[in-house]
């Protein structure tokens, strides 16, 4: 077997250790995991691939217990609060729809929206050339009432709400057509 490869499961399998006190039990999952990979994708790169996305998807759910102070640090940036705003109220938003939104350059706002996703605040997805992105779901509930009582909250006051007015009259919006 390849050294890397044994290398990164060794990683990823640090990165889902279990507390429990029973190592064996722990050492016989991962080895079935080692197993099951390579048998179901064949090749080397292909386990780690899976590996890979795993383990982001493991990191994502950590994020679920995002601390107080690290999830008022994300909301005390004004672009990154605007942005929040928005996916609070609208749910789904397009990259070129919060740039066009906030009047902002988009290799700023996906700075800003990179931060979000790595924090486990939002969520993305791919359709096409366009990039959505939405309120993670699976966020504490203390974390979810704070986002809608401050959209609630500040939705009447500038920029929020040019925010949402320039959001309402944007032409060709990705839904009814393409946009860049």
Known sequence: MDTNFWFLS??????FATTTSDS?????????????????????????????YIYIKKRIYLGMHIQADQFFKILSDLTRLRVLTLLSREGELCV??????LGE???KISRHLALLREAGVVLDRRQGQWIY??????????????????SDGVITQPPFNEDLQAL????????SACCA
């Open 10 to 15: 060794a990683t990823i399998h640090a990165a």
């Open 24 to 52: 064996q039990h722990e050492y016989n999952v991962h080895e079935r995991f080692d197993l099951t990979v390579l048998r179901i994708f064949g090749t080397h790169r292909s386990a780690i691939n899976i590996c890979l």
């Open 96 to 101: 070129c729809e919060l740039t066009h939104a």
């Open 105 to 107: 350059i988009q290799p």
């Open 133 to 150: 992105y939405r309120v993670n779901p699976e966020l504490p509930a203390w974390a979810r009432d704070v986002l809608m009582t401050t």
């Open 168 to 175: 309402t009259d944007m032409p060709n919006r990705p839904e």
